[in-house]
C-alpha cells in the first residue's frame, strides 16, 4: 500500500477509519465467522497534523460471538504504539462492552513482542492471555482498578495466574478510591506473582522498591482475596529515607479529610534515613483499631522536624522524634526540639482516632525555658486572647519550667482548650507602663487556660523587701492580682524614682490589689 486520504469501514454498525497516509503491506482474510488481519512494516498517519503510527508487524484475528460461540480474539505484534491501536480497533466491529472498556480505560504506551488473547461470553471474560513487555504503559483508572502512567516492565498472565516484572521511571499511580491524588513515583521497580482461586486471587509481591521526593520505601507480602471482603493482606516494608512533608499524600481517604490537611499543613520538615511498615489482616477490619482483627504500624525515626501543630501557633523547631501509626492512632513522639530559644524535654503530638467524624489533635509538652519565650509564646498565639492580653505590658527574664497541654477539635479550632502550668525558677517580671512594681526573684506556678489566667501563691521580692501574689481571672477576662508584702524605703525609692523618696526611711508592710482589663 502507498494510500492517502484512506476510508474504511468493517461493519456498518461501526465509524469508518479516515486516515491521511498509509504505506506498507496488509493481509485482510475472512474468517467464518470473523476476520483476520495482518500488516507487514506498516506506517499510518492521521488527523489534520498527520500523527504518525508504526504498527510495523502485527497480526489481529476476531471471531465475533454467533450462537454458542463466544467471541474470540487474539492480537500479537512486533512493537506497537497504543494510541495508534486504539484509533484503529474505534472502527473494528468489536463488541459494544469492549469498545467501551477501551473507551474508559483509554490505553497508552508501547508493546513490545505482545500477545493478547481474549474469549469473552455475553457475561463475562471467560479466558485471557498478555505476555510480552510494555514501555511507558498508561491506563485511566476504573472504579477500584488503579489507574498508571509510564510503567514499563513485563508480563506473562492468563485466567489462571501469572507474574508482573516493574522497572519504571517517573511513574504515576491513580487510586482514586483510596487516595485524593496521584502518587508520582521517580523510580518503581520489583516483581510479584499471582494465582487466580475460588475467592478471586492469591499474589506474592518481591522486592517491591519505590523513590520519589517522598521517600525510598522497599517492601514484601502477600494478598489473598477472601469472599465478601476486600481480602486479607500480609505486607512488610522498611523506609529507607523520608521526608515528613510528603505525608498527607498517603493518608488513605477512610481518614477525614481534616485530618490529611492537619498532616499537610502541620508538619513543616522532618527527615528520616529509618522506619518500618506493617500491614496485615483482613482489609474489611483496616485500620484495625486496638488490633482487632489484624495490625497496622507505622514507626519513623525523624529528626530536623518543624510542626505546627495548630494554625496560629509558634512552631516547635529542630524536632527529633519517633512518627508512630497504630491502628487508627497517631503519635508524634519528641525528646528534643525547641521553641524560639527553649529547649523541649519532651513533645507528643497525638490524634487518638484518625477515623473520627471530629477527630481532635493532642499535645503534651514540658520544656527548660525563660520568662522571655514564655511572654512570647503568649503574645505570638491565641493565648493573648483568651486572657484578654493580660500580658501584653509586662517584660521579663530569668528561667523556669512549661508544662502544657493542648486539645484542639480540628473542626472546631475556636473550641480549642489549653492547660498549661509555668514554673517561675528565679525569675524577675517588671511592668513596661511602670504601673505595677517589679517582682523579683519570683518562686511559684502561674497557671493559665483558654478562660484566664491564675495562681494561687507566688513568692518574690518587691520594693526592697518578701511579697507574695496571688492571680485571679474572671468570667469577663478581667484579671486580679492580689499582694502583699513588706517594702523598705530604699526599695520605694528605687522603684518609684521621686526626689521626696530619698527623706524617708524604715520599713512597713503593705497589700494592694491590681486589675488589669484588656492589657490596661
Given at each position: 500500500?502507498?494510500?492517502?486520504?484512506?476510508?474504511?469501514?468493517?461493519?456498518?454498525?461501526?465509524?469508518?477509519?479516515?486516515?491521511?497516509?498509509?504505506?506498507?503491506?496488509?493481509?485482510?482474510?475472512?474468517?467464518?465467522?470473523?476476520?483476520?488481519?495482518?500488516?507487514?512494516?506498516?506506517?499510518?498517519?492521521?488527523?489534520?497534523?498527520?500523527?504518525?503510527?508504526?504498527?510495523?508487524?502485527?497480526?489481529?484475528?476476531?471471531?465475533?460471538?454467533?450462537?454458542?460461540?463466544?467471541?474470540?480474539?487474539?492480537?500479537?505484534?512486533?512493537?506497537?504504539?497504543?494510541?495508534?491501536?486504539?484509533?484503529?480497533?474505534?472502527?473494528?466491529?468489536?463488541?459494544?462492552?469492549?469498545?467501551?472498556?477501551?473507551?474508559?480505560?483509554?490505553?497508552?504506551?508501547?508493546?513490545?513482542?505482545?500477545?493478547?488473547?481474549?474469549?469473552?461470553?455475553?457475561?463475562?471474560?471467560?479466558?485471557?492471555?498478555?505476555?510480552?513487555?510494555?514501555?511507558?504503559?498508561?491506563?485511566?483508572?476504573?472504579?477500584?482498578?488503579?489507574?498508571?502512567?509510564?510503567?514499563?516492565?513485563?508480563?506473562?498472565a492468563n485466567q489462571n495466574g501469572g507474574g508482573i516484572a516493574l522497572d519504571s521511571k517517573s511513574m504515576v499511580v491513580s487510586i482514586p478510591s483510596m487516595f485524593v491524588g496521584d502518587l508520582k513515583f521517580d523510580t518503581f521497580t520489583?516483581?510479584?506473582?499471582?494465582?487466580?482461586?475460588?475467592?478471586?486471587?492469591?499474589?506474592?509481591?518481591?522486592?517491591?522498591?519505590?523513590?520519589?521526593?517522598?521517600?525510598?520505601?522497599?517492601?514484601?507480602?502477600?494478598?489473598?482475596?477472601?469472599?465478601?471482603?476486600?481480602?486479607?493482606?500480609?505486607?512488610?516494608?522498611?523506609?529507607?529515607?523520608?521526608?515528613?512533608?510528603?505525608?498527607?499524600?498517603?493518608?488513605?481517604?477512610?481518614?477525614?479529610?481534616?485530618?490529611?490537611?492537619?498532616?499537610?499543613?502541620?508538619?513543616?520538615?522532618?527527615?528520616?534515613?529509618?522506619?518500618?511498615?506493617?500491614?496485615?489482616?483482613?482489609?474489611?477490619?483496616?485500620?484495625?483499631?486496638?488490633?482487632?482483627?489484624?495490625?497496622?504500624?507505622?514507626?519513623?525515626?525523624?529528626?530536623?522536624?518543624?510542626?505546627?501543630?495548630?494554625?496560629?501557633?509558634?512552631?516547635?523547631?529542630?524536632?527529633?522524634?519517633?512518627?508512630?501509626?497504630?491502628?487508627?492512632?497517631?503519635?508524634?513522639?519528641?525528646?528534643?526540639?525547641?521553641?524560639?530559644?527553649?529547649?523541649?524535654?519532651?513533645?507528643?503530638?497525638?490524634?487518638?482516632?484518625?477515623?473520627?467524624?471530629?477527630?481532635?489533635v493532642e499535645l503534651e509538652m514540658r520544656a527548660d525555658s525563660n520568662v522571655q519565650d514564655a511572654l512570647r509564646y503568649i503574645a505570638e498565639s491565641p493565648v493573648k486572647g483568651f486572657i484578654n492580653h493580660a500580658t501584653d505590658r509586662?517584660?521579663?527574664?530569668?528561667?523556669?519550667?512549661?508544662?502544657?497541654?493542648?486539645?484542639?477539635?480540628?473542626?472546631?479550632?475556636?473550641?480549642?482548650?489549653?492547660?498549661?502550668?509555668?514554673?517561675?525558677?528565679?525569675?524577675?517580671?517588671?511592668?513596661?507602663?511602670?504601673?505595677?512594681?517589679?517582682?523579683?526573684?519570683?518562686?511559684?506556678?502561674?497557671?493559665?487556660?483558654?478562660?484566664?489566667?491564675?495562681?494561687?501563691?507566688?513568692?518574690?521580692?518587691?520594693?526592697?523587701?518578701?511579697?507574695?501574689?496571688?492571680?485571679?481571672?474572671?468570667?469577663?477576662?478581667?484579671?486580679?492580682?492580689?499582694?502583699?508584702?513588706?517594702?523598705?524605703?530604699?526599695?520605694?525609692?528605687?522603684?518609684?524614682?521621686?526626689?521626696?523618696?530619698?527623706?524617708?526611711?524604715?520599713?512597713?508592710?503593705?497589700?494592694?490589689?491590681?486589675?488589669?482589663?484588656?492589657?490596661?
Open positions: 500500500l502507498d494510500l492517502k486520504n484512506v476510508q474504511a469501514q468493517f461493519n456498518p454498525t461501526v465509524a469508518p477509519l479516515e486516515l491521511a497516509e498509509v504505506s506498507g503491506k496488509v493481509g485482510v482474510k475472512h474468517l467464518t465467522p470473523g476476520f483476520e488481519v495482518t500488516t507487514d512494516n506498516l506506517a499510518v498517519k492521521w488527523g489534520s497534523n498527520k500523527q504518525s503510527w508504526r504498527p510495523g508487524n502485527a497480526k489481529i484475528i476476531f471471531h465475533p460471538c454467533e450462537g454458542n460461540n463466544p467471541e474470540r480474539g487474539e492480537i500479537t505484534t512486533k512493537e506497537i504504539d497504543l494510541t495508534g491501536l486504539l484509533v484503529v480497533l474505534q472502527s473494528v466491529p468489536l463488541s459494544t462492552e469492549t469498545h467501551d472498556q477501551l473507551h474508559k480505560f483509554a490505553p497508552s504506551g508501547r508493546l513490545t513482542n505482545f500477545i493478547i488473547g481474549w474469549t469473552r461470553t455475553e457475561t463475562k471474560l471467560s479466558r485471557y492471555q498478555l505476555k510480552g513487555q510494555f514501555q511507558n504503559l498508561a491506563t485511566s483508572s476504573l472504579g477500584d482498578i488503579p489507574g498508571v502512567a509510564n510503567m514499563s516492565g513485563s508480563i506473562d520489583g516483581k510479584a506473582a499471582w494465582k487466580t482461586t475460588k475467592d478471586g486471587v492469591d499474589v506474592k509481591a518481591d522486592n517491591i522498591a519505590f523513590v520519589n521526593n517522598d521517600g525510598a520505601i522497599s517492601l514484601s507480602g502477600t494478598y489473598r482475596s477472601v469472599a465478601g471482603t476486600p481480602g486479607f493482606a500480609d505486607i512488610e516494608g522498611k523506609l529507607l529515607r523520608g521526608d515528613a512533608r510528603g505525608i498527607w499524600r498517603y493518608v488513605p481517604r477512610v481518614v477525614p479529610d481534616g485530618v490529611r490537611e492537619w498532616v499537610r499543613t502541620s508538619l513543616l520538615a522532618g527527615k528520616s534515613e529509618s522506619g518500618t511498615f506493617k500491614l496485615k489482616g483482613n482489609l474489611y477490619d483496616f485500620p484495625f483499631p486496638e488490633n482487632k482483627g489484624g495490625e497496622f504500624e507505622v514507626l519513623v525515626d525523624a529528626h530536623d522536624g518543624i510542626v505546627r501543630y495548630v494554625p496560629d501557633w509558634p512552631v516547635i523547631e529542630n524536632i527529633s522524634a519517633k512518627l508512630i501509626f497504630r491502628g487508627i492512632t497517631m503519635d508524634v513522639v519528641g525528646h528534643s526540639g525547641r521553641v524560639f530559644q527553649t529547649a523541649i524535654n519532651f513533645a507528643r503530638i497525638r490524634i487518638a482516632d484518625l477515623a473520627h467524624h471530629d477527630p481532635v509586662f517584660a521579663g527574664n530569668g528561667k523556669g519550667k512549661l508544662d502544657l497541654r493542648l486539645t484542639i477539635p480540628l473542626a472546631r479550632l475556636d473550641k480549642t482548650q489549653i492547660a498549661g502550668d509555668w514554673e517561675f525558677l528565679n525569675a524577675k517580671v517588671t511592668d513596661t507602663l511602670e504601673a505595677v512594681p517589679d517582682l523579683d526573684k519570683i518562686s511559684g506556678h502561674l497557671l493559665f487556660t483558654e478562660r484566664g489566667i491564675n495562681a494561687k501563691l507566688l513568692r518574690g521580692e518587691t520594693l526592697g523587701g518578701p511579697a507574695q501574689a496571688s492571680f485571679a481571672t474572671d468570667k469577663n477576662f478581667k484579671l486580679t492580682i492580689s499582694t502583699q508584702g513588706k517594702a523598705t524605703a530604699q526599695g520605694v525609692a528605687k522603684q518609684y524614682k521621686s526626689p521626696a523618696l530619698k527623706y524617708f526611711s524604715g520599713t512597713g508592710d503593705w497589700s494592694g490589689t491590681i486589675q488589669v482589663h484588656r492589657g490596661e
